[in-house]
Every structure is written in C-alpha cells, then in structure tokens.
C-alpha cells in the first residue's frame, strides 16, 4: 500500500499542498495530468528524493517520512531510466543487489528470465534499443524485490508498437511478483491498458478518476 496525507512541497516553480490519496496493497495505480503538473515531484516526494514541507508518507504499514531513500525500500525507474554506462546489462541489473549485500546470480537470472533480457546481460547499456533499456531499468528496479514500484513516464518515449509490448511486459510483472505499483504519465492508453486505480493530478490536487 501507498497512502500519502496531506503531502504540502515546493519545487522551483510552484507548490502543491494537501496532496492525498491511497493505492491499496497490489494495486496498479496511473496518476495522470499534464506535462509540468508535479507529477514527478510527488514521485521524488515519495521515493525520499525531494524534501516536503509537510505531510506524512506511509508503505504499508510503516511511516517512511522520515526515512532516507535506502531505507523505503521503493523500486524507482526514472524518466531517463538512470542506467550505469560503465555497467553491462547483468551488472547493471545486480548492482542493487550488491549494495544491499544480496545475493545477485540466481535473482538477475531470475529477472532475465522475467523480463526476457537474457541474451542482453553481456551488452552495454549504450546501444540498448528504447523497449531493451526499459526492461533492463525494470529489471534492475525489481531485483532487491521492492515492496513498491514507482514508474516515472516509463513509456513516453516509446513509439506504439513497443509501448503496447511494453503494457504486457508490466501486466506480466504485475501478475507475476503481485508488487504495489504507482505509474506516472499524461498518456490515457497506460491508463487504459494497465490501471485498475486512477488518479489524475489538476489544479495542485490529486483526486480519483471513475470509469463509467
């Protein structure tokens, strides 16, 4: 579960205040809105990435308001995917299990086999198609085996055919490891294709969208 409560920040350019809003345990959340809105803003709020005002941020049970980064155990795949370009896929993938004193070889081999990326584990990052690079961001963001997932405009850049391979690879991971997951994007087909809870950011609040 994610429950954010009255979440007040700033960024550079404006504020959002009283930010609420809950994903049940497992759900697969979209929070919608336009480019600039402060829909990575709350991401970063959530992650422990950016400072808040105010507030209170739960992951399950536990408050993690207060916690650093490390300590919320999220899973976070950002805009750019982040990946290391001095890292090969398979390292790329096991580094955050080797920051957290895991053990890596039977997890990576697992995410290969998760996110079809096995053949890719010897490449660079550098020449990783849009779809490849994605996976391998996922990958590496679910090794640890996060209790959430945070997905910042995973599939904007993509065009449609990869982005609709893209939809089943993460209805697969849904399906597959039952991971609390919070998506941010302004496309309505990730909305479509993958949520089963709906929230669009608009005028600095965050509220519930209903299908019909």
Not at 64 to 81: F, M, N
Not at 122 to 140: K, N
């Amino acid at each position: 579960m994610i429950r954010v409560n009255d979440l007040c920040l700033r960024s550079d350019s404006f504020a959002l205040s009283d930010i609420a809003f809950t994903v049940p345990t497992g759900a697969y959340a979209v929070l919608m809105g336009r480019s600039g809105c402060g829909k990575t803003t709350i991401l970063e709020a959530i992650c422990g990435l950016r400072p808040i005002q105010s507030g209170s941020i739960y992951l399950g049970t536990l408050e993690v308001t207060a916690l650093s980064p490390a300590e919320r155990k999220i899973g976070y795949v950002p805009q750019d995917h982040a990946l290391f370009p001095h890292l090969n896929v398979h390292e790329n993938l096991a580094f955050g299990l080797h920051a957290r004193g895991l053990p890596s070889e039977e997890r990576v081999e697992e995410i290969g086999v998760l996110l079809g990326i096995s053949d890719l584990f010897g490449r660079t990052t550098a020449g990783l198609s849009g779809g490849e690079a994605q996976r391998v961001a996922l990958g590496r963001a679910l090794a640890f085996r996060p209790g959430v997932l945070l997905l910042d405009e995973p599939l904007s850049a993509l065009d449609e055919s990869t982005r609709d391979e893209m939809h089943s690879v993460l209805r697969s991971i849904r399906e597959k490891t039952g991971v609390t997951t919070l998506h941010v994007t302004h496309l309505r087909e990730d909305a479509k294709a993958l949520a089963d809870v709906v929230l669009e950011l608009h005028g600095g609040k965050v509220r519930p969208v209903h299908s019909d």
